[in-house]
Every structure is written in structure tokens, then in C-alpha cells.
């Protein structure tokens, strides 16, 4: 990623912290779950990841539960 990529990733992260209603990108929801973008619509279209809210959007509180969800082994 260009600097400039990253540097708006970042931003997105620290909003989804205080924001669960914010919208992800892609790029954000990728640096967050470590998984590549054919991963994540696969796995969204089988129902074993949130579905975007709209196409390379996602709703942060999904992306952070989700998340949770694998620490806790689920």
C-alpha cells in the first residue's frame, strides 16, 4: 500500500474503535482480519464472514464482532 492508503487505513481503524456504525473499505477490513479480498466475499457469501453493506463496504461493529468472535475460538 501507498503511504497514502495506509495512512487513510489507519484513520479507519481508530474510527471503527469508537464508531461500530462506521463504514469500512476494503483495504481496512483486509489490515483487520489479515485475509485477502477473494477471502473475505467468499467467505461473506457462505455466511462465515459479515456481509458488506454495500459493495467493498463494511459496517465496523460486523468486522469488530466477527473478530471477537475468532478470539473466543467461534
Do not use: N
Not at 492508503?5 to 489507519?10: A, I, L, Q, S, V
Not at 484513520?11 to 483486509?30: E, F, G, N, P, S
Not at 455466511?47 to 471477537?68: E, N, S, T
Amino acid at each position: 500500500m501507498d503511504p497514502e492508503t495506509t495512512g487513510k487505513t489507519e484513520a479507519q481503524v481508530q474510527a471503527a474503535m469508537y464508531c461500530q456504525d462506521a463504514h469500512l473499505r476494503i483495504t481496512t477490513v483486509q489490515a483487520l482480519t489479515g485475509r485477502g479480498r477473494a477471502w473475505l466475499y467468499a467467505r461473506a457469501a457462505s455466511g462465515d464472514f459479515p456481509k458488506p453493506i454495500i459493495r467493498g463496504r463494511w459496517r465496523a461493529g460486523d468486522v469488530l464482532q466477527w473478530l471477537a468472535s475468532q478470539r473466543r475460538g467461534g
